[in-house]
């Protein structure tokens, strides 16, 4: 985080600063970012029991019409996978396993990528057109929610994979678990929250696949 | 870790010299990114957007019955927007972390150019959103003008029926959507860093993002006019919203477009005043405008992604054919009356909150006085936030809630009158036996303080629900609301513009066309929305283009007020154009005597605003006390070392 830039001089203390403040931002944007999309989310929940309890013209759910299974188990347990291995990964991660971390990262990232093509997928074979009810419309709506929650977690990871492969060299060969280099412990902050993230969305998976399959 | 007061000698090298990278969006000459390839990324995403939409969906028969094809019209609008960001270069970075790359290196482009390109500079982006919210305020404004023109006769009509709820509806959105930016955005970004001594914002791609995104979404919601515009209002209840054509996708789109740049703004803000405080700024010496748009920043991130969603779900109502506003279809349209208010009524807030900021701040130093109960006026705007998310079904009082809910929600709306009053008793108690200096500034804030007395006080009544069964709909609400957003964060935003654009641009704007453009913005708001109480106590309905015959004289002079209303804003356009560019006088480096940190860095601000991050000593309110400590140690720079006293 050497501040060299644009005719002003950093002494050590501010550019400590500055990185601590860096850090922190990471940290807490990530938290909030969960925040902001736990309101969406919410937002789709609640429309769902709104719709549901409300039951116009008796038309919530007619004949109890639920999105084919398989898609949603296929989709809900990748989710879910992928989310446990970026926390597992994580885990090794901070006792230095960069290695594990990878493998771990970029099983995620193909698990991730495999639940959208299986929700896109599945949003082409329901059984019943997008206006049949109010739980075809709500379904209609998490399968565009989770399209772009799992293209979001999806680059999030790759992007964090992609950056921890560079990072190596740009430290100079050090492992990004230990170094004390600004762009380490950075990175190690966006890993952190990235994971937190990745926790939220097998969560947020689980959540709606309990509301849109099995209840 | 504190910076201490004795500076360590500097340890890194000179400016650098480096042959790095330089983003796409900072090289010089043609061969960069800008406004011009933004524009040309717009049209080409458009018509892509657009063909591609009939390639897909021209023959479905719902399409073919319509004669309308909504999806290629959404689609173009879709590609429009990701060409316009693509164009301008915010994807670029974006796509490059795909491969792990570090950003490329920003340098400060210098001169005019840098106002139409993807800045990451936090006092560029604030300029740039100057520039942006007026062009807003402007076009909504002539849109106002209109409405006025048409009510002047009930039988002499100037636009049929349908014409005029689509001006009126074009309106509101637009100034509503202004509105939710115009004190984040220009002065958030241009002042929050400066106040909280830092040298930037904490993300300063996404304050970038977010300017542009709000740009785009101008585009969008003024796409609705030649695609047919909207009739439901700014509130785009359902099912007129259902029923109504494509220029409904413009309304849809541009409030999840706007919606974008709203989360963008308010999530970088947040970020950066809970991390970049200097050394020394405690919470309890945050300026009072931080803390205000630190609420803000809460509710523009938390209540703005239900707004996203209700706006997607139209959408694909619209498009995908389901139901979630169809009642016929299972669904329901008080569903999105639901979202749209629960985000709606915190956007009151954000619209009200950040004006209470700036008057807060220019009180104090115009009375020199501190601020009166600085920590109530902080826990008052973090209450009204809280609070702000439990009251939105008032909204809903006669839309056939559960009747049983309205006592509930009756009593939440009272209750946020309570911080609301703490903070407008910190601005009176302030006022309280202060020898007033009459400057531009400090008579918008006093304005504001007049206005919003009366526009609160007609709030409190509406809360009850037996007033508010017999005057919804009507003029008198229409009133009540713009006493409150423009009576109050309007005069309150060009308070702020008169205090602290000669700290933005190095200008003073001059003193005698302000004045003009104070009384005459006063006296004509005033003229203009008071008979519209009595109006609407009389019967006139909101979003008719006639009325009863006898109301057409109070209308009349309601009309000719707002002519002169907008004939002030005139005078501002002229203020500014006269003093900064034809008459342009160098602004002293503290014009106002004001013991902000903002106003303790050299004028012209340098890019990096402070040469030592300063190390922060004491509060920004203590005038006129004696031996009150400087506001900030700013270092060996040679910058302003202490703050004036008196
Ligand atoms: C010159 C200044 C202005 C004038 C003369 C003006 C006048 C009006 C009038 C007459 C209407 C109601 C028309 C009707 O319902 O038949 C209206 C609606 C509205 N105005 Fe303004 N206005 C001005 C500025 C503003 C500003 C600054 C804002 C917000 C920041 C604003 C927000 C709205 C909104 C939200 C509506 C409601 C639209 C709807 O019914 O959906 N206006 N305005």
């Known amino acids: ?215 | 870790m504190t910076i201490s007061a004795e500076r360590p000698v500097a340890t890194s090298g000179g400016a650098t010299t480096t042959t790095e990278r330089v983003s796409w969006t900072q090289r010089p000459g043609i061969w960069s990114q800008h406004l011009g390839t933004a524009i040309v990324g717009a049209i080409v995403g458009y018509l892509l957007g657009h063909w591609l939409g009939n390639a897909i969906a021209s023959s479905y028969p719902y399409v073919q019955n319509s004669g309308q094809n909504v999806i290629a019209v959404t689609l173009g609008e879709i590609f429009g927007v990701a060409g316009w960001l693509l164009g301008i270069g915010a994807l670029n970075y974006p796509l490059a972390k795909l491969t792990g790359r570090q950003p490329a290196k920003e340098v400060d482009v210098q001169g005019w150019s840098k106002y139409f390109r993807y800045s990451t500079n936090h006092k560029t982006v604030g300029l740039q959103y100057v520039v942006g919210v007026l062009l807003f305020l402007f076009t909504g404004g002539l849109l106002a003008m209109a409405i006025r023109t048409e009510l002047l006769n009930p039988t002499t009509h100037y636009f049929s029926a349908d014409t005029y709820i689509k001006i009126v509806s074009e309106h509101g959105t637009v100034m509503m959507m202004m509105a939710t930016s115009i004190v984040v955005g220009p002065l958030g970004n241009y002042l929050v860093p400066l106040m909280i001594g830092s040298r930037r914002m904490a993300f300063p791609r996404i304050e970038a993002f977010s300017f542009w995104v709000f740009t785009a979404g101008y585009m969008v919601i003024f796409s609705a006019l030649p695609l047919g515009g909207f009739p439901t209002g700014w509130t785009g209840y359902a099912p007129l919203q259902t029923q109504a054509g494509p220029g409904m996708i413009g309304y849809l789109f541009g409030f999840a477009v706007i919606g974008m740049g709203m989360m963008a703004a308010g999530f970088n803000m947040a970020v950066t005043i809970i991390n970049y405080r200097a050394p020394g700024m405690t919470w309890s010496r945050v300026p009072i405008l931080v803390w205000s748009l630190l609420a803000t920043s809460a509710l523009l991130t938390l209540a703005t992604p239900t707004l996203f969603a209700a706006g997607v779900f139209g959408l694909l109502d619209k498009t995908a054919q389901t139901a979630f506003y169809v009642n016929e279809h299972g669904g329901s349209a008080y569903l999105w009356q639901n979202l749209f208010w629960f985000f709606g009524h915190p956007e009151v807030y954000i619209m009200a909150l950040p004006g209470f900021g700036i008057v807060g701040e220019i009180l104090p130093v115009f009375t020199r006085k501190p601020l009166f109960a600085y920590k109530v006026g902080a826990a008052g705007m973090i209450g009204v936030a809280l609070l702000s998310f439990f009251v939105w079904q008032h909204h809903l009082y006669q839309s056939g809630i559960n009747p049983d809910m309205r006592p509930l929600f009756m009593l939440t709306t009272e209750l946020i009158s309570i911080p609301t009053g703490f903070i407008y008793l910190v601005g009176m108690g302030t006022l309280y036996k202060a020898k007033i200096r009459f400057e531009i500034p400090m008579l918008f804030a006093l304005a504001l303080y007049f206005n919003f007395l009366i526009g609160g006080v007609t709030g409190v009544f509406l809360s009850d629900v037996p007033v508010n069964v017999t005057v919804h709909g009507g003029f008198f609400v229409l009133s009540h609301f713009h006493y409150t957003i423009m009576g109050g964060l309007l005069f309150a935003f060009m308070g702020g513009l008169y205090y602290w654009l000669p700290k933005m641009t190095g200008r003073m704007l001059n003193k005698k066309i302000g004045l003009w453009h104070f009384w005459t913005m006063f006296v004509f708001f005033n003229l203009t929305f008071f008979p519209m109480f009595i109006i609407g106590l009389l019967g006139q309905p909101r979003r008719v283009f006639t009325y009863a015959k006898n109301l057409q004289g109070l209308n009349d002079f309601s009309s000719v007020s707002a002519f002169l209303l907008g004939f002030s804003f005139l005078i501002f356009a002229f203020n500014m154009v006269y003093s900064l560019w034809i008459n342009p006088q160098k602004a002293p480096a503290n014009p106002w005597d004001s013991r902000g940190l903002e106003w303790q860095t050299a004028n012209p601000v340098p890019s990096y605003n402070f040469e030592r991050i300063p190390v922060v000593l004491s509060d920004p309110y203590r005038y006129s006390e004696p031996g009150a400590p400087a506001v900030a140690d700013l270092g060996d720079a040679g910058l302003v070392h202490a703050a004036p006293q008196d």
Do not use: C
């Open chain 1, 1 to 215: 985080m050497a501040k060299v830039e644009q005719g002003y001089i950093s002494t050590p203390e501010e550019e400590e600063f500055e990185l601590r403040a860096h850090i922190g931002s990471v940290w807490s944007g990530g938290r909030l970012f969960i925040g902001m999309y736990t309101f969406l989310l919410a937002s789709l929940a609640y429309t769902y029991f709104y719709l549901r309890s409300s039951n116009s013209g008796n038309l919530w759910r007619p004949n109890h019409m639920t999105a084919p299974m398989s898609f949603g188990w296929g989709i809900v347990l990748a989710t879910a996978l992928a989310a446990v291995l970026a926390v597992y990964g994580q885990w090794r991660f901070r006792r230095g396993g960069v290695a594990d971390w990878q493998v771990a990262g970029w099983t995620a990232l193909a698990l991730l990528l495999g639940a959208l093509m299986l929700q896109i997928w599945e949003l082409t074979k329901l059984p019943f057109y997008p206006g049949a009810s109010g739980y075809a419309s709500s379904f209609i709506g998490w399968g565009v929610f989770n399209i772009a929650t799992l293209i979001v977690s999806a680059y999030w990871v790759e992007t964090t994979l992609a950056r921890g492969m560079r990072l190596r060299t740009e430290i100079g060969g050090d492992r990004p678990t230990l170094s004390t280099h600004p762009s380490a412990q950075s990175f190690r902050a966006n890993v952190a929250s990235m994971t937190y993230f990745m926790g939220f969305v097998g969560v947020g998976a689980a959540f709606f696949f309990a509301l849109f399959y099995l209840i």
